[in-house]
């Protein structure tokens, strides 16, 4: 892999095997008639031997950043309907291209996501990365930051916390104004649909059900399941759920996506989210909206900027960026 | 623009100023040592003059096609949830993954689509487009191949019946196959939700419905209605069909956005879609599965690879691919 990168010129490659300065180099592609014509001639020989590209190299050079950024998208088989991921694709889509940069997309399972990144590197078809999904042990971060790769996050790098170019939503603290807005709607007990355990965004937002829950007087094993992030098998999840709640409950759910299969399940037995059961989801991706389910909001158009700009910057920030996510009160939590 | 895109350098441009053969040009940007040294250093400089790329150059002359394909992708706010593009994006993807092709997003409203176009050639960013959501009055396929750009198109250029490089799914017939189901499955009258006059996706669609349904005792006017393509407008727009309809009818649907917000509007009312009322979607990019929605499958792997194929040949196809869809029957079409 290392070789493979090395074959990738740099302006420093070209100086040297020219024997001159960068300026020089810089000058050579960028305001030739400052250079003198016997060293222009041997500094454009060896841009064209060593297959360095000047435009685009120019441009990542003045502009200290890369300009086409490599972004994974799920498979089209098997992709959950109102995967927030969507518009987000869309929202960083727009602010890469408002700060004249561009997006790649690619697939890859996960066992070839390193290789994936080795090719498109190797084939300078991307000069960094947006990274989704992040979960424990997850090999990308430590990979990219090796080979000075720049990179940034969208969700934080779990396992290595001196790596903070990632902006992320509280999910602790977004859970907890979701329950709190189903306590101040009056609902009694609160239930949670969670996906298993290990996920440390899944993980992080049953803490916030938990924590905002303990002063209630309920059986939270019993008011607690798990279900895979789809709106079917949440669905399935959900009746074990309602067999233990009654109308003034609520359920809070760990996405919108499992929100829905809540919904699905109460309608199948005749109840109505809101005025016989409470439902909270998050996300607002898309779907609570068209299913009037409230919820709490990732600002996918902050974020995505955000990122942008973080990934402009030529040092990592020191921390970085968590967002307090806000409650978006729907007719799912209206009695 | 043409001055824009007069400064693109090609393998002609090096080869003209180098005064040698494109073969010449070729060898010695990939074979250099079949080359003489003084030509060989006369093309290297050529090269470099001209900012010619050799890398990528040298591939799509050997591949005769483009290696980055711009992908327009919707705005975050506003786009529709279970859009069939959200999975098309990820097929079209792997297809050109899977032939070392790469896929480049970009938003832009239609104002400024063109001058979007112009500015992603100009700077070199892509060499060609696959367009979606073709309609009448389109400027985008007349404005490319004037300008000699490689496009494909998922859906027909249906100003230009000259242009040929193009995959589509028989709208007619796809929508007569969905009547037809629900005439097998005994449905009595078959009423029909579609978009508004004027989209040529749409009209085909209906036409399909009107086709299918002519030998039918029912009153077409009263049994059909338009709504745009969002579940909670479509949802409003059934009452009127509801009303006119009985146990046992059923409605096509031009879109599984729309049969959505049709069983949305009939659990309003306590009726279940398939025991009560057939509903009959259009797509299948997901939505429709979560829901259990009969619906016409548009086989978007199969578009996407089709395309990628397309976009390879070095000449437009004789005709476009026209693909007959087939209905996938589930719980809302079951009586």
Known sequence: MRGQRRERATLVDVAKASRVSRQTVSNAMNNPDRVAPETLERVRAEIARLGFRPNRAARSLRRQRANAIGFQVEQAAGRPVGNILDPFLSALTASAQADDAHLITFVADDERVLRTYDRLLATQVVDGFVLTHTRHADPRAAWLREREVPFVSFGRIWDDPTVTSWVDVDGRAGTVAGVEHLRDRGYRRIAWLGWPGGSPVGDERRKGWADATADLDQDAGLLSGTTPQDALQASAATDRLLDALEPGDAIG?????????????MSRRGLRPGADIGVMGFDD????????ISTVRQPLEDIADALVRMLEQPTEPSEGLIIVPAVVPRASTSR
Chains 1, 2 share one sequence.
């Open 253 to 265: 759910c760990v996405s919108d996506i499992v929100a829905l299969g809540v919904t699905l399940a």
């Open 285 to 292: 991706g898309g779907i609570a909206e068209v299913f009037d």
